[in-house]
């Protein structure tokens, strides 16, 4: 396949190597990717039963009107995301920023802290929508977040609810979240991201200035929230780089950028071209 081929070659050549993952990352490890409404009630048939989408559940209005069904639904995905090992994939990117001497970046809109867990460096990362391991006040008082480590959230299945007691704020006693980008989310704090975006722009600068050879490898992001897509394409414009974006449905890539696609699953297209 000649994609495949151009794709390798241009890996073999690359100096610097910008990964950026959508949902699609980590459906190989067992995640639920959310896809669609039926996706979305597969994974959750409490929400089909409730009549509520993935948009509408994903919603910071919850934490205030029934904290135990926000709680549930996040909690759950706390649990998930913990008990979750990362695929091959995540390994055999891995390898490959080890033979570019580390000299890598990742941009991902996925919150399940997957990247890091498989051993890239937390300086190197960035979560455009946050992270689910970390939490922040509802409210909030402070612009402060703490990390979510030794706090369990027990549930309900049945009746889909967050037994008390809820994770609070640290500073003023009051119901806490995670700090995690919903939808019509005005609350959300977001010094944690912007901290790794200002880093990764040192890095592209730098990347830019040493005139090295960008290669994006793209992994399941598609066009529904469609952040990780338009940030591979404006980087590979701008920098002159190559994407290589691998995606079983939403594969089709600009003509007025240097791309290969690859119409597979993450897994599967990393394992072709590394």
């Known amino acids: 396949m000649e994609e495949i081929k151009i794709a390798k070659q241009q890996i073999e ?153 809820l994770p609070t704020c640290k500073n003023c006693g009051s119901l806490a979240r995670p700090n995690v980008l919903m939808f019509n989310d005005f609350q959300w704090v977001l010094h944690r991201t912007e901290a790794q975006e200002f880093r990764f722009n040192l890095w592209l600068e730098k990347v830019q200035n040493k005139n090295q050879k960008l290669v994006i490898i793209e992994i399941g992001a598609g066009k529904a929230v469609p952040t990780v897509r338009l940030t591979s394409e404006r980087i590979a414009r701008l920098l002159n780089g190559f994407l290589i974006r691998i995606n079983p449905r939403d594969y089709d890539v600009p003509t007025n950028i240097n791309a290969v696609s690859l119409k597979v699953g993450g897994l599967e297209g990393l394992k072709l071209i590394l």
């Open 13 to 165: 050549t690359a100096e610097a190597i910008l990964i950026t993952a959508g949902a699609g990352m980590g459906v190989d490890s067992g995640l639920p990717d959310f896809r669609g409404t039926e996706g979305f009630w597969r994974a959750y048939p409490i929400a089909k039963k409730l009549g509520l989408r993935f948009e509408e559940l994903a919603n910071p209005r919850w934490f205030k009107q029934d904290p135990q069904l926000a709680w549930a639904f996040y909690g759950h995905r706390l649990k998930l995301y913990r008990e979750t090992q990362p695929h091959q994939g995540f390994y055999l990117l891995k390898e490959l920023v080890k033979k570019k001497n580390e000299n890598y970046f990742i941009f991902t809109s996925n919150v399940d802290g997957q990247f890091q867990k498989a051993g890239f460096d937390e300086n190197k990362i960035v979560e455009i929508h946050g992270s689910i391991h970390y939490l922040q006040c509802v409210e909030p008082c402070s612009d402060e977040i703490w990390s979510v480590e030794g706090i369990d959230v027990n549930i309900d299945m049945e009746n889909f609810k967050a037994l008390p007691p």
